[in-house]
């Protein structure tokens, strides 16, 4: 079966960066549109970026445009999240999904339009 497993998450100061890594198994998803999803404490679900299948192509959400850098690399099934200029309001558990549907140039930003989700990661950033 499809499994996501995220690592990389941690406790850091404000203006860190950290590297999530986001393995996943049980099928090819070199043609999926891959992303990340965070959820803070008592919030909703939110995007926070997406990569094309290619990985030519990237989506970001405006609260992390310019500090976050989604990648991924097809030959080890994992896609990437280098977050950069942490704030503490980035602080939350970090989702790795990936969209089942092939070669799509449509960017997707609601959880519901997403097929598969990893367990999470948390980062936590202080001040």
């Given at each position: 079966?499809?499994?996501?497993?995220?690592?990389?998450?941690?406790?850091v100061?404000?203006?860190?960066?950290?590297?999530?890594?986001?393995?996943?198994?049980?099928?090819?998803?070199?043609?999926?549109?891959?992303?990340?999803?965070?959820?803070?404490?008592?919030?909703?679900?939110?995007?926070?970026?997406?990569?094309?299948?290619?990985?030519?192509?990237?989506?970001?959400?405006?609260?992390?445009?310019?500090?976050?850098?989604?990648?991924?690399?097809?030959?080890?099934n994992?896609?990437?999240?280098?977050?950069?200029?942490?704030?503490?309001?980035?602080?939350?558990?970090?989702?790795?999904?990936?969209?089942?549907?092939?070669?799509?140039?449509?960017?997707?930003?609601?959880?519901?339009?997403?097929?598969?989700?990893?367990?999470?990661?948390?980062?936590?950033?202080?001040?």
């Open positions: 079966q499809v499994q996501l497993v995220e690592s990389g998450g941690g406790l100061q404000a203006g860190a960066s950290l590297r999530l890594s986001c393995a996943a198994s049980g099928g090819t998803f070199s043609m999926y549109t891959m992303g990340w999803f965070r959820q803070a404490p008592g919030a909703e679900r939110e995007f926070v970026a997406a990569i094309s299948w290619s990985g030519s192509s990237t989506y970001y959400d405006d609260s992390v445009l310019g500090r976050f850098t989604i990648s991924r690399d097809n030959a080890k994992t896609v990437y999240l280098q977050m950069n200029s942490l704030k503490p309001e980035d602080t939350a558990v970090y989702y790795c999904v990936v969209r089942r549907t092939y070669y799509s140039s449509t960017w997707y930003t609601r959880p519901h339009e997403y097929d598969y989700w990893g367990q999470g990661t948390q980062v936590t950033v202080s001040s």
